[in-house]
C-alpha cells in the first residue's frame, strides 16, 4: 500500500497538533511519509474541519492554525462537489454512516485514494475501493509508536 494514495481523515491531522502524544509522534509521521512521497490527499470537507476544530476543540494558537491550514490547501485536494454529494447519501445507506463520514469516503474515493487513514470507520474496512485503517491500531503498518524520535 506504501506508493497508493492515501486519505487523510481531519482528526489524523489533528492529532499532529494535540491529544495523545503517541498519536501524534505517528500521525506525524504517516503524514509526512504520505506527503513526501506525493501519495497525500485530503479534501476540502477535511479542511475546513481542521481549521474549526483546531481553532475550538484544540486551540491552536491563530497564527498557527493559519499557516498549518494554508499548508494543507497546498496538498492535492477533492473539492467536494454534486458528484460525491450523491455517492455521500449511497454511502450513508449502504454502510449504515453519517453522512460526513460518508461525503469522507465519497472524496477518497473521486480522488483515486485505495486507503483511508481515519478513526471514524471500521479499522480494514473496504468501503467499495477504499479500505478503512485506523493508524493507530495494534494492527496498523509501522503502529510501533513509541520511539519518540519523530516529534
Not at 5 to 22: E, H, I, Q, S
Amino acid at each position: 500500500m506504501s506508493g497508493a494514495k492515501a486519505f487523510f481523515d481531519t482528526n489524523v491531522l489533528l492529532y499532529m497538533y494535540g491529544g495523545d502524544p503517541d498519536k501524534r509522534v505517528r500521525a506525524k509521521r504517516l503524514f509526512k511519509q504520505h506527503a513526501a512521497s506525493g501519495h497525500i490527499l485530503l479534501s476540502t470537507q477535511v479542511v475546513q474541519e481542521f481549521y474549526v476544530a483546531g481553532s475550538r476543540k484544540l486551540g491552536i494558537p491563530r497564527r498557527e492554525l493559519y499557516e498549518a491550514t494554508n499548508a494543507l490547501l497546498d496538498l492535492p485536494l477533492v473539492i467536494s462537489g454534486p458528484s460525491q454529494i450523491i455517492l455521500a447519501i449511497q454511502y450513508e445507506e449502504q454502510y449504515k454512516i453519517s453522512f460526513w463520514d460518508a461525503l469522507i469516503l465519497a472524496a477518497a474515493q473521486s480522488g483515486g485514494a485505495e486507503v483511508l487513514y481515519t478513526e471514524d470507520l471500521n479499522d480494514g474496512q473496504e468501503y467499495g475501493p477504499v479500505m478503512a485503517c485506523n493508524p493507530f491500531s495494534s494492527r496498523a503498518p509501522g503502529s510501533s509508536i513509541s520511539d519518540g524520535n519523530d516529534t
